[in-house]
T-cell receptor, first 116, second 111 residues
Framework: GAVVSQHPSRVICKSGTSVKIECRSL??????MFWYRQFPKQSLMLMAT???????TYEQGVEKDKFLINHASLTLSTLTVTSAHPEDSSFYIC????WGRGTEAFFGQGTRLTVV | GQQLNQSPQSMFIQEGEDVSMNCTSS?????WLWYKQDPGEGPVLLIA?????ELTSNGRLTAQFGITRKDSFLNISASIPSDVGIYFC???????????FGQGTTLQVKP
């Protein structure tokens, strides 16, 4: 149980285009999902907290108009990188919390975004 | 803000050796989690700790929630090559609802 699926695993896009990343909790309902960004050989940096049915809460320094988050259902949150630029290239990871299991967070497989 | 200091940053050990890594914080956490991340993958939960002083095992892995609630350690016994990866500690604060990650410990095991 507690499986989180993230799609796509890899994406290459042209500069100026937008990319959508999906995060799904497959066997539990996740009222809260989290989006992280990870640079090579570094830790996970929290970008935003996504709550079902309400606006996401962004961390300081993260542009909400750049990284659009939609948590439309209890099993799906999406992150859209708008007008992507090469500096947005990174590894993006989502996690979801199953409140029935406590405060454990389960992670998706990650998405490697390359903007060319 | 809340920060976790994880050490060591990296370890290179011989297969069969035991490994220990730890995390400390200036803040109190109500949950400590330990994750392992393989290259190009998301972190996988290894052990979750919910009570101060709690000692929990998962196979060859053992982790403890420090009495002060500001630290935790993870031990791996009799390491094997598939233990290679990056290990992260994470602390959950009930005040913020966020999961704060340590800097990671990169483990390499020589067969």
């Amino acid at each position: 149980g507690a499986v989180v699926s993230q799609h796509p695993s890899r994406v290459i896009c042209k500069s100026g285009t937008s990319v959508k990343i999906e995060c799904r909790s497959l066997d539990f309902q996740a009222t809260t999902m989290f989006w992280y960004r990870q640079f090579p050989k570094q830790s996970l940096m929290l970008m935003a907290t996504s709550n079902e049915g309400s606006k996401a809460t962004y961390e300081q320094g993260v542009e909400k108009d750049k990284f659009l988050i939609n948590h439309a259902s209890l099993t799906l949150s999406t992150l859209t990188v708008t007008s992507a630029h090469p500096e947005d290239s990174s590894f993006y990871i989502c996690s979801a919390r199953d409140w029935g299991r406590g405060t454990e967070a389960f992670f998706g497989q990650g998405t490697r975004l390359t903007v060319v | 803000g809340q920060q976790l200091n994880q050490s060591p940053q990296s370890m290179f050990i011989q297969e069969g050796e035991d490994v220990s890594m730890n995390c400390t914080s200036s803040s109190i956490f109500n949950t400590w989690l330990w994750y392992k991340q393989d290259p190009g993958e998301g972190p996988v939960l290894l052990i979750a700790l919910y009570k101060a002083g709690e000692l929990t095992s998962n196979g060859r892995l053992t982790a403890q929630f420090g009495i002060t609630r500001k630290d935790s350690f993870l031990n791996i016994s009799a390491s094997i090559p598939s233990d290679v990866g990056i290990y992260f500690c994470a602390g959950h604060s009930s005040n913020t609802g966020k999961l704060i990650f340590g800097q990671g410990t990169t483990l390499q095991v020589k067969p």
